[in-house]
């Protein structure tokens, strides 16, 4: 059975859909949402859904976009075409099956013929439609199940499948050796439950219940025994345990008696050394406060000697530095009064030198007051000028070179045209006449002319009417309209340019043209001048003159003694050169003054600071020595003259001695009491003794129990009832074991006959091992076995075996991980698909919705190979994925569907 194309329509989100499937290879690819799984599972519907029908199935497949669901299918089966279509419209659905040589069929009769080709139950519910091929079909999420579930389904056509591959012979059995078999079976079965396990009626569950009462029984009676046995030694050990205690107890009482008055012996021992302590403390105390005093005092008196012996040269340099200083300042006060009358004579000369400088200033600025003059009425007279001939070219018309081009153009134009009329029209010339004539409208007199350029009535007084023709035709009319256009277009210019004649225009643009000249030549002269800028620096030197004339006028003022004004400019500058000269040599003299001045001051500042840092020196030193003196009279009234001083010094380290020698004394009798193991051996003793009332009470609770063990226990004779029980357990474990050799032989001989049919299942299926182990090689590479075993009824669960995992032992298939599984049991699918395609014509397709959703790209790629490989074998392979990119290396027809 081969799947040749299919058409949805109105199937859930597919409008109009339809695919063609590769004979071998079809990858099916797209986004989520894309129908991918929709699309295979209206291929199965088609297949094994009956048209007709309401139920979940049915309700399932309806689109949202309206219309009833229709399912067309083209395959092979039985080697011929099939194209299949089917509507489903509940109680009204719609089924046809057509080949070509075929009736047509409809309705139950094609339902009927489609589940014969494939090989289901054409009776079957919805429910159990859905199930069908569910071995061909790995639907998304349930590609990881047992697929041993599958070949159970599937137990009866592999079965004959896998017998016509030659193992059926292997199960011939003879009809007696079956029913040997058969009987120990059913014996065994009376004797055993499942596994070792006897029944409960059978004579070896008796023989088993009788031997464990005996058993049971001896094991009372020698119990007993040895309870009472036990309890005899425990009484007679417990009470030559507590004789022993009592010893024990006697002995350890006096010694922690002795102990403990050798440490009441020992606490008054430290407390005595305590209070000695404290007194030689006490007595060294006083010691040391005397010896301090006394050193004190010596100190203070070598150390008051000394400062007093470096006091006296202090003195005098002191008195040294004073009179120093007191000359160091007259210098200073006799160079500061140099320096000023130096600056005095300074300022006065700066004063005459500032006044002949501005009086020189203000003769340079009347200078250029009076140019400035000179130079803003020549600006003056140029801007009148420029205003005069500017107001005449204003006055004429406006008239360029251009326009008179055009004037010139236009009148030469009118000429020409005037001269071709003449050239075209007729003359008449009034020589005499007694009568008037008019020629049109206008009278002409004797001795006038005219010329003709068209028609017109020539009147001689009042009865001669004579009309004038002029020759030429339309150019004569040409010429007319031309030079009408040239007289009005000259006219025009006239009009707009206020000029009566081309002359009139030629000779006004001349005169325009030589005014703008002038006006031109005397702005840039204007310009050179700059009349504002002439007028600005007039006022600007009027402004100086007037100041410099003030500051002339409060420069004298300020001065005691000025000197004659000056007259002139030259008289200005000889007064500031001998002004400048005397106040160089003022300055001079100044600069000198203040070196001095600024000598002696530094002086003075240094003599300020040695006489103040020796004056604080010895100020210090002076303090110092009377905080010493002070200091040595107190301690000389706090602790008395050197005589009693010593006496009581004296008296003190005696006492200390004395005090040395009682402690030291009290010190080595507390070590021959050996305190450091006193208290280690009263918590030893303490120790033992609550060791030793412990043992002591359980001795005693040991011997109570054995004595009430010995005296409600007790019985004639423990020991002949243990050896009645001995002989019954004898007994009994005789028959059972005379029992078991029975039953075990029964189940022995049970076991040989399952054993040898178990083998020769395991031969039966080996061509379906031999061809899961092939794709299973393909996968993990080679000695990658799977393990299938039938029982007679039922295919065991799959187990994979793989040389490099676990060293090849069997791994049962749900202990395997979820990428494992999905690609074991795809193995499986694809062999039993192999097997059963013989009942198809050799072929079947194995549709796998993302079938392997744990599988890494890598593994993706391994599985390729497999896939590859079933395919070469007969199968139609259809992979479902989201990942149509992974199955590159596939080399299948790609369905590339996109997102709804």
Not at 581 to 609: C, G, N, V
Not at 731 to 759: I, N, P, W, Y
Request: proline share 3%; net charge neutral; with cysteine.
């Amino acid at each position: 059975m081969r799947l040749l194309s299919t058409t949805l329509k109105n199937y859930r989100i597919h409008r109009d859909l339809t695919v063609e499937f590769d004979p071998e290879r079809t990858l099916i690819g797209g986004p989520n949402e894309s129908g991918k799984s929709t699309l295979v599972e209206a291929v199965h519907r088609a297949l094994f859904l009956r048209a007709k029908g309401t139920g979940g199935p049915h309700q399932a497949m309806k689109s949202f976009l309206g219309g009833h669901p229709e399912v067309e299918l083209r395959f092979e089966a039985a080697g011929r075409r099939y194209h299949l279509a089917k509507r489903f419209s509940g109680q009204s659905g719609a089924t046809s099956l057509t080949s070509p040589g075929l009736p047509a069929l409809n309705g139950d009769a094609a339902e009927t013929e489609l589940a014969r080709l494939l090989g289901v139950d054409c009776e079957a519910n919805a429910k159990a439609a859905c199930e069908h091929w569910a071995h061909l079909w790995a639907w998304q999420g349930q590609s990881a199940a047992d697929p041993s579930d599958h070949a159970n389904r599937q137990r009866d056509p592999l079965l004959q499948r896998l017998g016509q591959a030659g193992g059926a012979a292997n199960l011939m059995q003879s009809e007696r050796d079956s029913r040997v078999a058969a009987a120990f079976a059913e014996v065994a079965a009376g004797i055993f439950k499942q596994g070792d396990k006897a029944r409960a009626d059978s004579a070896l569950a008796r023989a088993e219940a009788e031997a464990a009462t005996a058993a049971a029984q001896h094991a009372s009676a020698s119990a007993q025994l040895q309870k009472l046995r036990h309890a005899l030694d425990e009484f007679t050990q417990s009470a030559a345990a507590l004789a022993g205690l009592h010893a024990d107890l006697a002995k350890l009482n006096a010694e922690a008696e002795a102990t403990e008055k050798k440490a009441v012996r020992l606490g008054a021992l430290q407390q005595l050394q305590a209070r000695q302590a404290a007194d030689l403390t006490a007595a060294s105390a006083v010691a040391k406060g005397l010896q301090q005093a006394d050193d004190d005092i010596r100190a203070l008196r070598e150390k008051t000697a000394r400062d007093e012996a470096d006091l006296a040269p202090l003195a005098t340099e002191a008195e040294r530095l004073a009179r120093s200083l007191e000359k160091t300042r007259a210098d200073a006060a006799a160079a500061l009064l140099a320096y000023d009358t130096a600056s005095d004579r300074v300022r006065a000369f700066r004063q005459l030198q500032e006044l002949a400088a501005a009086e020189s200033a203000l003769f340079a600025a009347l200078a250029r007051r009076d140019e400035g003059k000179q130079r803003a009425e020549q600006a003056r007279s140029l801007a009148r000028s420029v205003r005069a001939l500017e107001d005449e070219l204003s006055k004429l018309p406006a008239l360029d070179v251009a326009q008179v081009k055009r004037i010139q153009t236009l009148e030469s134009e009118r000429l020409a045209a005037e001269a071709a009329l003449q050239a075209m029209a007729a003359g008449v010339d009034v020589v005499s006449a007694d009568q008037p004539v008019r020629l049109g409208n206008r009278e002409l007199r004797p001795g006038e002319s005219d010329l003709v350029t068209e028609q017109t009535e020539l009147t001689i007084g009042t009865g001669t009417r004579l009309r004038l023709r002029p020759g030429g035709g339309t150019r004569l009319a040409d010429a007319r309209r031309a030079l009408q256009d040239a007289q009005t277009q000259l006219a025009k210019q006239f009009d707009a340019l206020g000029v009566p004649s081309v002359d009139a225009a030629v000779e006004l643009s001349r005169r325009r043209s030589e005014l703008a000249a002038q006006v031109k030549s005397e702005k840039v002269r204007l310009e050179d001048l700059g009349l504002a800028d002439a007028e600005k620096k007039l006022r600007a030197a009027e402004d100086e003159c007037l100041g410099l004339e003030a500051d002339v006028v409060r420069r004298r003022s300020s001065l005691s003694a000025a000197p004659k004004p000056v007259l002139d400019a030259a008289q200005a500058q000889q007064s500031l050169a001998s002004a400048a000269a005397a106040l160089r040599e003022a300055e001079t003299q100044e600069t000198s003054a203040r070196a001095l001045r600024d000598k002696t001051s530094k002086a003075l500042a240094e003599a300020e600071t040695a006489h103040g840092r020796h004056r604080a020196t010895f100020e210090a030193q002076n303090r110092a020595l009377a905080d010493r003196r002070a200091q040595l009279r107190l301690l000389l009234e706090r602790n008395g003259e050197d005589t009693p001083r010593r006496e009581a010094l004296g008296k003190a380290r005696t006492i200390e001695a004395l005090a040395q020698k009682t402690l030291s004394e009290t010190e080595t009798s507390i070590a021959a009491e050996q305190p450091e193991l006193l208290g280690a051996t009263q918590v030893r003793l303490k120790r033992a003794l609550e060791d030793a009332h412990r043992r002591r009470q359980e001795a005693e609770q040991k011997r109570a129990v054995a004595e009430h063990t010995l005296r409600a226990d007790g019985t004639l004779n423990p020991e002949e009832d243990l050896s009645l029980a001995q002989a019954r357990l004898e007994g009994a474990e005789e028959r059972l074991a005379s029992v078991r050799r029975h039953a075990k032989a029964v189940q022995l001989l049970d076991t040989l006959f399952r054993s040898e049919k178990q083998s020769l299942a395991a031969q039966f299926t080996q061509p379906l091992v031999d061809r899961v182990s092939a794709y299973l090689q393909a996968l993990y590479g080679p000695g990658a076995r799977a393990q299938i075993e039938y029982d007679g009824n039922a295919f065991s669960p799959l187990k994979l075996s793989r040389p490099q995992v676990e060293g090849g032992s069997a791994i049962a298939f749900d202990k395997l991980s979820g990428g494992t599984r999905e690609q074991v049991a795809c193995a499986m699918r694809l062999a039993m698909a192999e097997v059963l395609a013989a009942n198809h014509d050799g072929n079947l397709p194995l549709v796998l919705d993302d079938a392997f959703a744990n599988a890494d790209p890598d593994r993706v790629q391994v599985l390729q190979r497999m896939l590859d490989f079933a395919a070469t074998r007969g199968l139609q392979i259809v992979v479902v994925t989201c990942t149509p990119s992974d199955y590159v290396g596939l080399g299948a027809k790609t369905i590339a569907l996109s997102a709804a």
